[in-house]
């Protein structure tokens, strides 16, 4: 997805596995006005920030593959990268919800 043409939307990268709640996190935010774009896996998240600039990352914490959300929320750190981080997740528990924060 190329947003040149959306300049004037705030732009989401949505990082969840699970198709269903993805396609529903997207409707929501293309509903409001907002570019998104969906991506299952970790891997994929990384690669799609390091190619185009984004607004907000909506992350799941347990993804397939490789790097969950913590991983890919550890590199958007490492990298400086200044965007705003939600992190989702069905599963939660305390540990989670502090490791989020630090």
Same mark, same amino acid.
């Given at each position: /997805?190329?947003?040149? #043409?959306?300049?004037? #939307?705030?732009?989401?990268?949505?990082?969840?596995?699970?198709?269903?709640? &993805?396609?529903?996190?997207? !409707? /929501?935010?293309?509903?409001?006005?907002? %570019?998104? #774009? %969906?991506?299952?896996?970790?891997?994929? %998240?990384?690669? !799609? +920030?390091?190619?185009?600039?984004?607004? +907000?990352?909506? +992350?799941?914490?347990?993804? %397939?593959?490789?790097?969950?959300?913590?991983?890919? +929320? !550890?590199?958007?750190? #490492?990298?400086?990268? &200044?965007?705003?981080?939600?992190?989702?997740? &069905?599963?939660?528990?305390?540990?989670?919800? !502090?490791?989020?924060?630090?």
């Amino acid at each position: /997805m190329s947003f040149n #043409k959306m300049e004037d #939307k705030h732009r989401v990268l949505i990082v969840e596995d699970d198709a269903l709640l &993805a396609r529903s996190y997207k !409707e /929501m935010l293309v509903r409001d006005s907002c %570019a998104a #774009k %969906a991506v299952p896996t970790g891997a994929e %998240a990384l690669r !799609e +920030l390091d190619s185009g600039y984004y607004d +907000l990352v909506l +992350l799941d914490i347990n993804l %397939a593959g490789a790097l969950n959300g913590f991983a890919v +929320l !550890e590199r958007i750190r #490492k990298k400086g990268q &200044a965007i705003r981080v939600v992190i989702l997740t &069905a599963h939660g528990n305390p540990y989670d919800i !502090e490791r989020g924060l630090t």
